[in-house]
């Protein structure tokens, strides 16, 4: 229950000194103006957002969650100290979904406080923001949970979807072509039938963050979420759809969505920076119940120009998925993976490793980029030696002036799989393609012995020196 409620995750941020409160900023500029600010650096703190003008005081909104690594390691239950390294270390060993870890079903929750139909229904009195000038319109889905069942097997599949809200029933859900969410909805459409679908908007950081993971097919990202908390999620049984929901999450949805049924949504600002795919026709869905907490809290999980909310936590977890998929290619000797954070967690990756065999580090470029975790939408694969460290970008740059010989050094591979909201994608390919460079920054083989020496002092005195001159070193060097 306590990795479960936001209210808990809130009182411990607050008492860990993580949250910024906020009153009376308005919804259609100022929230979104204010978190567009904090996260053009990560390690800020979060930002909860009340008495909001035209809105009922105590209906909040929650932004900029996942945007510190002391907060993503919380949220995780790990050492509140861990480094950047300890989170991609933790998801390399996480193998999510497992069946211990299936979701438990009970009869009350907070959720129930407010159990609305009909006419009552009302997601206007929530104070969603507009989170850019550019957007279409408020986002009510953004650090949402998209539920869905499929019709044949009645697996439970979520996802985070973005969702744009027109009126006090009618949303928008954006599922891109192949999620599961799409593949779902499309098993009703092509059976006449409407799809059932409910979605989460106020929920605990540990439950949203596996609904933007992409865990494997056929598994319930329940169970994904449950081996994270360590217990079983608690669902009640939405009243209409009977579809599981979180028992103690802030506000949620349901109803339906009919096969022709489409309003113009978008566009929103992207985790890519910018604003790519524009305003297309997407499906609506007709809200049947509304549930709330009293005093609902709205989680916003803003994509914006790199690093952002969107994309921070979720490089820690490709880079653990890249190194486990590296591994499991047989490609041995890999010490570090990491996914540069300005590159919004994809376009950018550093594998960091002991070289074994003359070419080995080229393979491990050529292939790193090439991985399920990594292959969609990358740009840049650096591979460095082991003396670096992967995830601090001076040493990383300082490898790639001084070990590369752009000659041999640098491969450009064409025609990679890609998406329309990458701006350098090909303009005229569908599917839409793009290319990339693969950077080997090792020190080459042959010359392994012979390289100069590195001019810093050995560990043995750094040891001694930390020892005997504690007193005179700064903090934490
Ligand atoms: C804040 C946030 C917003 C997202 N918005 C969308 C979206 O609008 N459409 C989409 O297809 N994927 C979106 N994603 C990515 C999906 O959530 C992610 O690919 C996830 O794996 C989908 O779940 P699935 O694998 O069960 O389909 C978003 C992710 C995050 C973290
Ligand atoms: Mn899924």
Redesign the pocket.
């Known amino acids: 229950m306590e990795n479960q409620d936001l209210r808990s995750w809130l009182a411990r941020m607050e008492a860990a000194g993580e949250l910024q409160h906020v009153s009376g900023a308005e919804r259609m500029e100022e929230i979104g103006g204010i978190v567009d600010i904090y996260q053009r650096k990560m390690g800020r703190q979060a930002l909860l957002f009340d008495e909001v003008p035209g809105f009922q005081r105590g209906y909040r909104v929650l932004a900029n969650v996942l945007t510190s690594v002391r907060r993503i390691a919380m949220t995780l239950g790990l050492p509140e100290n861990a480094t950047e390294m300890d989170l991609v270390r933790y998801w390399r060993n996480y193998i999510g979904g497992a069946d211990t870890h299936k979701p438990e079903v009970v009869k009350t929750g907070k959720l129930l406080e407010n159990v609305l139909y009909g006419k009552d229904i009302d997601l206007l009195k929530i104070p969603t923001p507009r989170w850019h000038e550019g957007d279409g319109g408020p986002y009510i889905?953004?650090?949402?949970m998209v539920i869905m069942k499929d019709p044949d097997s009645g697996w439970i599949?979520?996802?985070?979807?973005?969702?744009q809200v027109f009126d006090r029933d009618i949303a928008t859900?954006?599922?891109?072509k192949?999620?599961?969410?799409?593949?779902l909805m499309q098993k009703y459409f092509q059976r006449g039938e409407r799809c059932p679908i409910a979605v989460v908007v106020g929920v605990h950081p540990a439950l949203?963050?596996v609904?933007?993971?992409?865990?494997p097919?056929g598994k319930n990202?329940y169970e994904a979420a449950g081996a994270l908390i360590g217990e079983p999620v608690q669902v009640i049984e939405g009243p209409i759809t009977g579809l599981p929901i979180p028992a103690h999450a802030e506000i949620a949805y349901e109803g339906f969505i009919s096969p022709d049924d489409r309003i113009d949504e978008g566009p929103?600002g992207e985790?890519t920076g910018y604003y790519c795919s524009g305003k297309s026709p997407q499906p609506v869905i007709r809200v049947a119940s509304m549930l709330h907490r009293n005093d609902p809290v709205l989680l916003g999980?803003?994509?914006a120009v790199p690093p952002n909310?969107?994309?921070y936590?979720?490089g820690h977890f490709r880079a653990g998925a890249v190194w486990r998929q590296l591994e499991g290619a047989g490609i041995p000797g890999v010490t570090g993976v990491w996914s540069h954070e300005a590159g919004g967690g994809r376009y950018w990756l550093t594998v960091s490793v002991k070289q074994m065999y003359p070419g080995h580090s080229k393979q491990v470029g050529l292939v790193a980029g090439q991985v399920h975790a990594a292959a969609y939408c990358n740009r840049y694969v650096v591979v460095v030696d082991d003396d670096i460290n992967p995830a601090d970008m001076d040493q990383v740059v300082w490898a790639m002036c001084t070990r590369v010989d752009p000659r041999e050094d640098v491969e450009i591979l064409k025609g990679c799989w890609s998406t329309r909201l990458d701006p350098m994608a090909y303009p005229e390919e569908q599917p839409v393609l793009n290319s990339r460079m693969v950077i080997d920054a090792c020190r080459p083989w042959i010359r392994r012995d012979s390289f100069p020496a590195v001019a810093r002092s050995s560990a043995g005195l750094d040891a001694r020196i930390r020892e005997k001159f504690a007193h005179v070193l700064p903090t934490g060097a």
């Open positions: 889905g953004t650090g949402c599949n979520y996802g985070a979807y973005r969702g859900v954006m599922c891109s192949g999620k599961h969410g799409d593949l949203f963050m609904a933007g993971l992409e865990i097919y990202e929103l985790w999980v803003v994509p909310d969107d994309s936590y979720r």
